[in-house]
């Protein structure tokens, strides 16, 4: 059985071809940090579910890894798919803080200009 | 015209042959056809991909990983909405379709109708005479 699985293995473990995966598309998303960790777990969970559906079909967990991450594509191709949401993101949450901290600036500023009487 | 209609459906006809389906031609309806399979109830992200895959028999062949922004801009849109759960000790975040979702997939299938019709009418007149 094990020589069986050896004699078609990709020589990867599974996990670790998830893995590396994962970290690979994680260098490429540039956004707020919180976004891009959900869209990596959420992508995780896909690529386990994916894996999963492959071994009961009776394919091996190496090949069964190796061809979610192709079914996935490629970490460039979902980066840049992903470019234009967490720009998005990012601006939303640029404003938010500009809205946020706005006012205190402009205390602050009233507070250091203006004259003493 | 006529030659425009030809052109047209020469480049159709084209556009079908070349499996899987050119991401292109599908990008316009590709939101309409992730609120179509969400639907019937709510779905984490993967089965709604498979699904899409499935249920056109293949066709709509787009590598997975890319098919989750259009799910995350359906939900920034409030067409959709996420809840995250714990399955099996993995987080997985599941989609429904929110009223205006509902509303929004109605609307598309009455202007798919409509779009659908005029382009198979267009088409099939195969039979007009070639010089006109």
Not at chain 2, 79 to 97: M, Q
Request: net charge neutral; with cysteine; aromatic share 6%.
């Amino acid at each position: 059985m094990a020589s069986d699985r050896l004699a078609t293995s990709t020589g990867t473990r599974p996990q670790d071809a998830l893995a590396a995966y994962l970290s690979d598309l994680a260098a490429r998303l540039h956004g707020p940090r919180g976004h891009c960790g959900a869209i990596l777990t959420e992508l995780r969970d896909g690529l386990e579910q994916a894996t999963e559906d492959r071994v009961a079909t009776g394919l091996a967990p190496d090949r069964a890894a190796a061809a979610a991450i192709t079914q996935f594509g490629s970490p460039c191709a979902v980066a840049d798919a992903f470019a234009g949401e967490l720009t998005t993101a990012y601006a939303r949450r640029t404003i938010a803080w500009f809205i946020a901290t706005g006012p205190l600036v402009g205390i602050w500023w009233l507070l250091l200009v203006h004259p003493s009487p | 015209m006529l030659h425009y209609v030809c052109m047209l459906e020469s480049q159709v006809w084209e556009a079908m042959r070349v499996l899987p389906m050119r991401p292109e031609l599908l990008k316009g309806h590709l939101d309409a056809l992730l609120l179509a399979v969400l639907e019937p109830g709510p779905q984490h992200g993967y089965a709604v991909i498979e699904a899409l895959r499935s249920g056109s028999g293949g066709t709509l062949d787009l590598p997975t990983g890319t098919v989750y922004p259009a799910l995350h801009r359906l939900e920034r849109a409030g067409l959709i909405a996420s809840d995250w759960e714990t399955v099996g000790g993995r987080r997985r975040r599941a989609y429904h379709l929110t009223a205006a979702g509902q509303a929004a997939l109605g609307e598309q299938r009455a202007l798919w109708d409509q779009f659908s019709t005029a382009v198979t009418a267009l088409l099939k007149r195969r039979t007009w005479p070639a010089t006109a």
